[in-house]
């Protein structure tokens, strides 16, 4: 059965699908099949950090969920966008970057419920081992079902007070729909702050499992988006921190 993991940030800008990608990616590398599924339908990009052309892309998730096509046709094979050492697979179901059918979707929302039946008939018709959602930020309908229906569920925050704030909503509602595994990541510590002061604050005000705490990266930032992380920096620190929450989230042989 797949794992099914939701990435989740209660504020935008947190680095939530640039931590989709690399960790997408480091399952790959361990020989599973993973999907990818950009539900951030306002406001896509997951598809950029995986080097998909919008010449490429024949159908996305808005396609679907209009009917116009099945999920499977929505998914795009980018294993040959990363390299050399990705023994799995990697599939991406990208949102569509055209305005007007991002107005379409705010304006007119879409069926839920077909969005479940989307993720369901991924992982079978692309035989997954894990299914990854990059979610909207905030709460909204379909936050909450991709929250309800994971197994896992990574919380992205930065460390400043209106994160804090904001991920004790999304932290109350997981546990109200008794999310079975839980975990914070605490992303873009400045060098200047103590780890450990960090990882306290996080714990004792959420009582629940601090995953990692990523430093700010200059790496990072001079990237810029144009790749995945873990694939051209396999050796630096964050890919060695991102590897410790790949192992937790695997699943089991």
Known sequence: MAVIVSVHSFRGGTGKSNTTANLATLLAMQGLRVGVVDTDVQSPGIHVLFRLEQDQ????????????????EAAHDVTSHLGDNISGKVYLIPSSMKAGEIARIVDQGYDVGLLNNGFQEAVRKLQLDVLMIDTHPGLNEETLLSIAISQVLIIILRPDQQDYLGTAVTVAVAN???????????????????????????????H???????????????????????VNYPNHPITQKLRTIVERISPSP
Request: net charge negative; with cysteine.
């Open 208 to 230: 629940s499992e601090v995953a990692a705490i990523l430093p700010h990266s200059d790496e990072m930032m001079t990237l810029a988006g144009e790749g995945v992380f873990v």
């Open 176 to 206: 109200r729909l008794k999310v079975p595994r839980m975990m914070l990541l605490v992303n873009k510590a400045p060098q200047t702050f103590s780890v450990n002061d960090i990882r306290a604050r996080v714990e004792e005000t959420y």
């Open 57 to 72: 892309i024949k159908f996305t998730l808005n396609d679907y969920l209009w009917e116009r096509c099945q999920i499977e």
